[in-house]
């Protein structure tokens, strides 16, 4: 506490505070201007009480508080937090941090992430969803895997970072229907045997920046679930909500990536 406060006069004299998608003047490093706050959409109430999705007011009745896609089919997830819906601001955000490699957005991201994840009860695993290593190689670090541990560190729960691996190097799923991109996943992602151990039984909360379609985390939580995991809860950035999607375009693709 003491280091960061000593620090931050001298970072702010040589890197004046700026807003990261705008460029205005800040009072104080790591967050964002009043305007850029505003054009994030993050999610209100009432939402579905498994998956967080906003609803309609007409929907809400007293009690049952889920969406039709969670009634229809039962996720196997116990729920997502989405610090965010997707966005223009919301994407440009995971692009500097993601493809400008702005590092140092992670801190904002994971903070904003913290602040909508319900209370842990107990020990549960962070985890992030899995790179493949040319991927990797390519970006330098694994955008999830740095969310995870700023959200590890801020719930004082435990990080593994290497508990799923990506096997397989799988193309770009925008465009693809909702089987196809769970057949181009199909074995894609796998829980780490070093890790069986430690994953059997446990709670995992799965840290993704962007959540598109699911696929992808439905494949790790096939992989979870698998290995013996007990509940597993769903962190993300920005959430691509299913209505958005078909509107989306190339650009999601992108960003799932
Ligand atoms: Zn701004
Ligand atoms: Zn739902």
């Known amino acids: 506490m003491a280091k960061a406060s000593f620090i931050t006069p001298l970072l702010d004299l040589v890197f004046p505070p700026r807003c990261p998608l705008c460029g205005d003047a800040l009072a104080q490093q790591g967050g964002l201007c009043a305007a850029c706050w505003m054009k994030l959409a993050v999610p209100g109430e009432p939402a579905c009480s498994t998956c967080q999705r906003p609803l309609g007011d007409s929907i809400v009745r007293a009690g049952a508080l889920q969406c039709a896609p969670c009634m229809a089919d039962p996720p196997r997830h116990a729920g997502i937090a989405a610090a965010t819906l ?12 993601k493809r400008g490699k702005r590092i140092a957005l992670a801190d904002l991201l994971a903070r904003l992430m913290r602040s909508r994840l319900p209370e842990l009860e107990g020990e549960w695993l962070v985890v992030p969803v899995p790179l493949h290593r040319w991927r990797l190689w390519e970006r330098g670090f694994n955008q999830s895997a740095l969310l995870a541990q700023r959200i590890a560190r801020a719930v004082n729960q435990p990080l593994v970072v290497d508990a799923l691996e990506r096997r397989k190097r799988t193309p770009s799923l925008g465009g693809l229907g909702k089987r196809a991109r769970a057949e181009a996943l199909r074995g894609a992602i796998v829980a780490n045997q070093r890790r069986a151990a430690q994953l059997k039984g446990a709670n995992v909360l799965l840290v993704d920046d962007v959540m598109t379609s699911g696929a992808t985390t439905d494949a790790c939580l096939a992989a ?34």
Do not use: W
């Open 224 to 257: 979870l679930r698998k290995a013996g995991a007990g509940q597993v809860r769903i962190a993300c950035f920005a959430r691509v909500l299913d209505e958005a999607l078909d509107h989306a375009g190339p650009d999601t693709a992108a960003l799932a990536a």
């Open 86 to 97: 997707y966005n223009d601001t919301s994407r440009e955000l995971v692009l500097a941090f």
